[in-house]
Every structure is written in structure tokens, then in C-alpha cells.
């Protein structure tokens, strides 16, 4: 079994490595891309969400403001906080969008 899964960010379609014991975000900084903003690395700030479009992962605690359980549930997770438990497919859109398309989920 193996402990590192392949990403891609499905929007700029990059592919970066992940290890079990990394945040999403820490392994995009390691890997030198630049498909997510980084802020303050710890959940708080909001500026790393992300939509997860398939796989598996874990997530450490993130701001409520940021992500409540509906967008969560949706599969909207901040990248610092999001430890891949398998392949992982995501796309970074600005909070705006995801704000919206969740809106129309619940639709
Ligand atoms: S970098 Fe601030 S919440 Fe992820």
C-alpha cells in the first residue's frame, strides 16, 4: 500500500504528488505549484478552498465562516486542512463561485 496519491487540479490541469501525512496545500508549495492560494496555512483564512471532485481524504479543522457543513458536505474543503487518503481530483475556483454553485446545489 502505498502512502503517496497523485492530485490534479482539474481547471489549470496540474498533477503534483501527495503523501498521507501532508495537507494538500503543503504538497503543491513542495511540488513549486501555483494552482491554490496560500494564506495562513491553518484554516482560518478562507483562501484555499477548494471543490474535491473524487477520492478520499481526511480534514483537520477548518473555520466554520469558511466552510459550514453544507459547502463541506459538498465537497468544499480548505487545502491546508484536506490529508488525501487516495488519488485526489479538485478544481480551486474563487469563493465567489463556489458560494454561488453551492447555492444551486441546494436548489
Ligand atoms: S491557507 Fe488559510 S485557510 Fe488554508
Known sequence: MTD???VTELIKDLH???QRDQSLLKAMELAGKRCIPV???G???GLCK?????GDFDCGPMSKKHVDEEARRCGQ???CRV???SDLTFEYRPASELASNTQQQIQ
Open 16 to 18: 503534483f504528488s501527495c
Open 83 to 85: 490529508y488525501p487518503l
Open 4 to 6: 503517496t496519491f497523485a
Open 39 to 41: 494564506g495562513c496555512r
Open 50 to 54: 477548494v471543490q474535491i471532485h473524487s
Open 77 to 79: 474543503v480548505l487545502a
Open 43 to 45: 484554516g482560518g483564512c
